[in-house]
């Protein structure tokens, strides 16, 4: 299932884009490739191979790469896999071949920072930061619908460091809970609350690339990807998804 996508706003074609998707599996990440491979490799058209491990933040992922084509025109395909308690989490990124090492930077920062975590909250290194974002999510539960605004655009404008994912599985958790609150207090089913403003959260590459501020281009080839994937010492410079 995809959680999330992302997709360039130039009007190049084919567009760069990234998603992260999820997938429940009874195989172990080896036995998992396999089955990728086989489903790429029966297309004739495609050329599809394995590059190796990549470090991430969630701990070494395997890398793979596919060309292919589209009626837009030739593209190349990097896909990172992470398997942890029986969940693929798949991260694919893809752009033109003729632009791809454009995108190779920010395609690398985004995979580094690849990472499970628990406590959204924790990701706030900011000590009074973080108890002031949850002293605003508890009144947002409970409070009116002003409440609930001032804390949606506290996390969009003034918590941006974690990225555009995170932000939308705060928003996300928070809806909810406080979906949770008022159907207890109604004793009834749970219904929708109020819904995230579309139009504060971006999801655009140029928001994201799973980092607001990775927007760098390199002319860096395939290959020093594929260094990266196989030397975990190179540097990973990156701080999220």
Known sequence: MVKIGFLDPA???PRATLNLAEEEIDCTLDEYIEAVKRIHTSNR???WIYLGMFPTKGGA???TQMDSSTPAGPIRMLQLILVRDKTAYIL???ASKKQFSQFLTAFKKTFSSLCLIEDLYAEISDTEKRSHLIELKNSALTGDENAWEHFQNTVLHQYTQPGTYWQLLVLTEAIKERSSIQASILNTPETP???INSTEVSTTQESSSAESSNKSLSSATV???QDSAE???LDQESPQP
């Open 61 to 63: 992922a395997a890398l």
């Open 193 to 195: 609350a109020l819904p």
């Open 92 to 94: 694919t990124m893809s």
């Open 45 to 47: 058209h495609n050329d």
């Open 223 to 225: 290959d020093d990807l």
């Open 11 to 13: 009007n190049s074609r």
């Open 231 to 233: 030397h975990p010492s």
